[in-house]
């Protein structure tokens, strides 16, 4: 399975410094899910397809990447502590942390399209009007329109 960035590349953008993990915690399955869930509705199939074949790589390291990194955080997190080999029991998913990942996912995700957005000009490859950040988003029973 081909992704745009590997697991490895990806540690530094998913886990901050001091916390205890490798990059065997995520899989590349994990990495597709973020990117065909979270990436791909936004870049496009062309840009992404650029970015797959080593295209953009300033895009890829400051904007993609971080995004990707925590939509992969988010998708992994409740999966953790048995990656780890940890007893985590029939404990709950901790859903405040849960929220606090996703709202910083949102937000990475807002910033690339927002980039994108205004440097259009330097990405032929796409198109803002196949962007789902730039019709609306429900946040909270709230319609925002972009």
Known sequence: ?????????LLNYI???????????VTEVDIAI???????PIVGETLYNKLL????????????????GAWTRYIVEPMLAERCGL???AEPVD???????RSAALSMSHRLSQY??????????????DNPLNHC???GNIVQIY
Do not use: W
């Open 15 to 25: 886990f901050a410094a001091g916390e205890n993990y490798n990059y065997s915690m």
């Open 137 to 139: 988003s429900i946040d």
């Open 53 to 68: 074949s080593g295209g953009y790589s300033e895009l890829m390291k400051e904007y993609v990447a971080p995004m990707l």
């Open 116 to 129: 994108l957005n205004t440097k259009c000009d330097s990405f032929p490859e796409y198109n803002p009007c």
């Open 95 to 101: 859903e405040v942390r849960l929220l606090r990942l």
């Open 1 to 9: 399975m081909k992704t745009i960035i590997s697991s490895s590349e």
């Open 34 to 40: 973020a990117e065909s869930r979270y990436l791909l």
């Open 87 to 89: 007893d985590h029991g």
